[in-house]
C-alpha cells in the first residue's frame, strides 16, 4: 500500500492565519488530533482540518510515543540520542503539518504514554480540548467505520466528543451540514444542543434526523427538538436554537424501515457532512460510552461520526 503524502504548505505552524469569518459569540477551542504516520493519520488529519475551519480551532496534532518499561532496559523520555529516531519523528511531524492549509492554526506534540489512548487523553486535560479526532481502522468487511483498539478506548472513557473519520476519508474544506441523529431516550439533549452549536458555530445547514418508528409530524420533531435543546444548554442557547431552528436551511427528517440499518440506507448523505450521535445510557456521567445504536450506525453511515459524552454540558468552547 502506498501511504499518502501532502506537499509541504507551512513550515511555521504558530504563524498559520486563523479563519476571519468565525462570529464572536463562540470561544476559541482546541482539537486533539490522534496522528499516525499512516493513512489512519491522514484521515484523522483531514476530518479536523475540516472541523476547524470557520470554528477557530487550533489542531495539536498528537504523536504517542510508547512509554519505555522501566525493565526493558530502553533510555526513558520523550527523547533518545538515536539520529535515526530523531530524524524519523521529525519527518512525521513535517508530513503531518504539510497536510494542514493556511488559514487553519496547527502544531505538533510528542507525549509518552503507555497507550495511544491515554496519551491523547492526557493532552485533552492538558490543553483542555474540546474534541478528541482520531481514523478508523481499515476492516476487510469495508465497513465505513471500523474500532481499532484506541478508538474502542476513547468510545467508553472520553470525557469530550470523539470524532471518527471514516476509512479514506479526505474532505478538507470545511463542515457542509451537521446531522444530529436522535431519538427519544435520555441524552437526546446533548446531540441536538450540540449539533445546533456546532452548525450555528460554522454557519452551515442542520439536520435533525430521527430513524426511530414516528408516528408525529415534522413540526412537532422541531418543537421537541428545541425543548430538547433547551435543557442542553439553558434559556440563553434555547433561545438562540430557535432562530436555527426557524431558519429555511434547518430541515428535520423521520426515516423508518424495517429495522436500523435499512432505515440508514434510505437517508441521503453529501459530501462534507458530519453526524453526532449520543452515548448509551449505560455511560458514566459526563463520559463517551458507545452503545450499541451507534455502533450499527458506525457501519453504515458514510460520513464523520462525533459520539456525545452522556449528559454533556453546553459551553462556548463546544464542538
Aim: with cysteine; glycine share 8%.
Amino acid at each position: 500500500m502506498v501511504r499518502r503524502t501532502c506537499a509541504l504548505l507551512i513550515t511555521c505552524p504558530t504563524m498559520a492565519r486563523m479563519d476571519s469569518d468565525v462570529g464572536a459569540v463562540h470561544a476559541p477551542q482546541r482539537f486533539i488530533v490522534g496522528y499516525t504516520a499512516d493513512d489512519r493519520g491522514f484521515e484523522a488529519l483531514a476530518l479536523a482540518t475540516s472541523l476547524a475551519r470557520r470554528a477557530d480551532a487550533e489542531l495539536v496534532i498528537t504523536l504517542i510515543l510508547r512509554q519505555p518499561s522501566p525493565y526493558s532496559g530502553a533510555e526513558s523520555g520523550l527523547y533518545t540520542n538515536d539520529p535515526i529516531v530523531r530524524e524519523r519523528v521529525t519527518t512525521w511531524e513535517r508530513e503531518a503539518l504539510a497536510c494542514v492549509p493556511d488559514g487553519i492554526r496547527a502544531r505538533t506534540e510528542l507525549r509518552a504514554a503507555d497507550d495511544e489512548a491515554s496519551g491523547l487523553l492526557d493532552a485533552v486535560a492538558e490543553h483542555d480540548a474540546s474534541v478528541i479526532v482520531i481514523g478508523a481502522r481499515s476492516n476487510p468487511l469495508l465497513q465505513a467505520i471500523a474500532i481499532g483498539s484506541t478508538a474502542n478506548a476513547l468510545l467508553h472513557s472520553s470525557e469530550v466528543p470523539v470524532a471518527l473519520a471514516p476509512v479514506g476519508y479526505g474532505h478538507t474544506t470545511g463542515v457542509t451540514r451537521v446531522t444530529a441523529v436522535y431519538g427519544t431516550r435520555p441524552g437526546a439533549a446533548a446531540v441536538v444542543g450540540t449539533a445546533v452549536e456546532a452548525a450555528d458555530r460554522r454557519g452551515v445547514p442542520l439536520r435533525l434526523l430521527s430513524l426511530l418508528p414516528a408516528d408525529e409530524t415534522a413540526e412537532t420533531v422541531v418543537d421537541e427538538a428545541a425543548e430538547q435543546v433547551r435543557r442542553f444548554g439553558g434559556e440563553a442557547l434555547g433561545s438562540r436554537a430557535e432562530e436555527v431552528l426557524a431558519r429555511e436551511a434547518t430541515t428535520v427528517e423521520v426515516v423508518g424501515g424495517t429495522d436500523l440499518e435499512d432505515a440508514v440506507t434510505r437517508v441521503d448523505w453529501i459530501d462534507g457532512e458530519i453526524a453526532l450521535v449520543g452515548s448509551s445510557r449505560l455511560a458514566p456521567r459526563g463520559r463517551v460510552f458507545i452503545g450499541s445504536t451507534a455502533q450499527r450506525l458506525m457501519r453504515r453511515i458514510p460520513t464523520p461520526l462525533i459520539v456525545i459524552p452522556r449528559d454533556y454540558s453546553y459551553g462556548p468552547a463546544s464542538v
